[in-house]
């Protein structure tokens, strides 16, 4: 399997780092490509930091770059994860804007069918907002909140971000070992 695994300027790259860790784990080939606007997070926020998610990647592109090959829907991928997804990032997806290659990218998934799913992290959220996140369900895009949840008794941060990796990569068919699913009361 090979996914795209976009990170955006939105405050939560932990998320981003325990998916592809989960990725790595699960042998999938990712191709990576980190915005200028989650790099600036990354320099404010003491996480994670570009080396540390570029080293689980399979392939690294600048956001730069649009003549990238995951530009192409003539390259494959079996679909693209974008955590986390910024306000910015989610409005240039629902307005179809490729104007950087994650938004290329994506654009590039939603006319090939192939599965997105977008990994909100801000509220407020706002009607501009909320209208962009129906507007990129309708285009085909899984719009999700990176919200964990808290009937598996989490004893930890890792296991809270755990949670979230788990449902993300769910959306792929992907079962990341080690979580205990609920099974009832």
Not at 85 to 107: E, M, P, V
Not at 110 to 133: F, G, I, S, T, W
């Amino acid at each position: 399997m090979r996914l795209v695994v976009g990170v955006s300027g939105g405050s939560g790259i932990p998320y981003a780092l325990n998916v592809l860790q989960a990725l790595q784990q699960l042998d999938v080939q990712t191709e990576l490509v980190v915005s200028s606007g989650a790099k600036r997070v990354m320099a404010a926020e003491s996480g994670p930091q570009l080396a540390d998610l570029t080293a689980l990647a399979a392939h690294v592109h600048d956001d730069r770059d649009l003549g990238a090959s995951i530009s192409s829907g003539s390259y494959r991928t079996d679909g693209m994860l974008v955590v986390p997804c910024s306000a910015g990032t989610l409005a240039r997806i629902a307005g179809g804007f490729a104007d950087n290659l994650l938004s290329r990218a994506a654009h590039v998934t939603l006319k090939e069918r192939r599965r997105l799913v977008l990994a909100l992290r801000e509220d407020p959220l706002p009607r501009p907002m909320l209208e962009n996140m129906l507007r990129a369900h309708d285009a085909g895009a899984t719009v999700m909140s990176a919200s964990p949840g808290f009937y598996h008794a989490p004893q930890s941060i890792e296991e809270l971000l755990h949670f979230v990796t788990v449902r993300l990569l769910d959306q792929f068919g992907l079962d990341v070992p080690g979580f205990r699913r609920w099974d009832g009361a």
